[in-house]
Every structure is written in structure tokens, then in C-alpha cells.
């Protein structure tokens, strides 16, 4: 997060309403190099479906999602919030879970 903060691909900003929270957020920079990424993985999906074929490729979502559910499902019981003390600085991480095509949606929470 430091690296992508010192590039100026996203900053922190203080919550609206909670004093002790910091969200975070893509900057112009961060958006421009997130748009080149998704259209090189776009690129990368379309060449394995044009290899692979779309019924295969159906088939494959299909076995991975069951996967990604039994993975989340076996390790809900275990899963916590990062938490750490607010004294040092450190994060507390909250709602990151998630499948890969809801990176845009998760929160970030810092306390300062």
C-alpha cells in the first residue's frame, strides 16, 4: 500500500463521520493504471476462450466457483478482522473478503 500511496495511485482521506477512520481511495493515476490492467486481463480471457472455447470455459467458471465457495465456506469460521492497537498506528481491515471482480467494492478502514 505504500508503494502504490508514494506513486500517487491512491491516497487516504479522512471518514466523514468516524474521526478515528481513513478511507482509501484510487487517485486519477491509480484509475488510469486499474484501466490497463482490467484491459490486459480482458485481453488474457479472451485469448484462453478463443483457445479454450466458450462451453469449456463455462464449464471452468463453473467448477472454480464451486471451489471459491467451499474455500469460503470452510474458512468463514476462521475468518476475523484484522485488529490491531490504534496507539501504534496500524490497520484494522474490515469487508475485504470477496471474489476477484469486487476488488472496486471492498472497504478499507484505517485507524490513526
Do not use: N
Not at 475468518?79 to 478499507?108: E, L, N
Amino acid at each position: 500500500m505504500a508503494r502504490l500511496e508514494s506513486r500517487g495511485q491512491w491516497e487516504r482521506r479522512a471518514h466523514s463521520r468516524h474521526r478515528y477512520v481513513q478511507e482509501l481511495h484510487l487517485t486519477d493515476a491509480g484509475r488510469e493504471v486499474w484501466h490497463v490492467v482490467d484491459g490486459a486481463i480482458a485481453d488474457i480471457e479472451r485469448q484462453i476462450t478463443d483457445a479454450v472455447g466458450p462451453d469449456d470455459i463455462a464449464q471452468l467458471r463453473a467448477l472454480l466457483d464451486r471451489v471459491a465457495e467451499t474455500v469460503r465456506d470452510s474458512s468463514a469460521r476462521f475468518r476475523r478482522p484484522i485488529r490491531r492497537s490504534a496507539r501504534a498506528g496500524r490497520a484494522r481491515v474490515r469487508g475485504v473478503a470477496g471474489t476477484p471482480g469486487q476488488a472496486d467494492s471492498r472497504r478499507i478502514a484505517l485507524r490513526s
